[in-house]
């Protein structure tokens, strides 16, 4: 029994002597424990900051795009207001040419009408010289055959 008592005499002794640096290390511990949180919760704070001032700079680039886009749609709209200005005024042009053509079309039209009637006009009254001539001829032709005839019976009366 003087063993058992030695033995819990010693281990109060050990108790009382290793609790200051047993508490010691354990706040040591938990101080080491509380810092590495908090270092962790710094480390997320920061890293929440650099997510909004990447989320920030994601939104400044979108709306710079959209007012890229838009500024882009309205240059295009005015091209096209331009072009279609340009395809009016090109189409009138066209139309002006056209009315022009349509009208020097209709006065050669005119003119070849009155061509072809004038050579039908000398047309019909060449016609007419050479049936008259024809007409003479074939009166000459029995002119000549009469006297001939006549010849011929005058030659054989005698």
Same mark, same amino acid.
């Given at each position: 029994?003087?063993?058992?008592?030695?033995?819990?005499?010693?281990?109060?002794?050990? /108790?009382?002597?290793?609790?200051?640096? $047993?508490?010691?290390?354990?706040?040591?511990?938990?101080?080491?424990?509380?810092?590495?949180? *908090? !270092?962790?919760?710094?480390?997320?704070?920061?890293?929440?900051?650099?997510? =909004?001032?990447? @989320? *920030? !700079? &994601?939104?400044?680039?979108?709306?710079? $795009?959209? !007012?890229? %886009?838009?500024?882009?749609?309205?240059? &295009?709209?005015?091209?096209?207001?331009?072009?279609?200005?340009?395809?009016?005024?090109?189409? *009138?042009? &066209? *139309?002006?040419?056209? /009315? #022009?053509?349509?009208?020097? %079309?209709? $006065?050669?039209?005119?003119?070849?009408?009155?061509?072809?009637?004038?050579?039908? !006009?000398?047309?019909?009254?060449?016609?007419?010289?050479?049936?008259?001539?024809?007409?003479?001829?074939?009166?000459?032709? =029995?002119? +000549? @055959?009469?006297?001939?005839?006549?010849?011929?019976? #005058? +030659?054989?009366? @005698?």
């Amino acid at each position: 029994m003087k063993r058992q008592l030695l033995t819990a005499l010693f281990l109060t002794a050990a /108790t009382v002597a290793i609790s200051p640096v $047993a508490n010691a290390a354990e706040t040591k511990a938990v101080e080491d424990i509380q810092s590495a949180r *908090l !270092e962790f919760l710094n480390n997320q704070t920061k890293a929440i900051e650099n997510v =909004h001032d990447a @989320r *920030l !700079e &994601f939104l400044n680039n979108q709306t710079k $795009a959209v !007012e890229n %886009v838009q500024s882009t749609r309205l240059a &295009f709209l005015d091209n096209q207001t331009k072009a279609i200005d340009d395809i009016q005024a090109t189409r *009138l042009d &066209f *139309l002006n040419t056209q /009315t #022009k053509a349509v009208e020097n %079309v209709q $006065a050669t039209r005119l003119e070849f009408l009155d061509n072809q009637t004038k050579a039908i !006009e000398d047309i019909q009254t060449a016609r007419l010289d050479f049936l008259n001539n024809q007409t003479k001829a074939v009166e000459n032709v =029995h002119q +000549s @055959r009469l006297e001939g005839l006549d010849a011929r019976n #005058k +030659s054989v009366v @005698r």
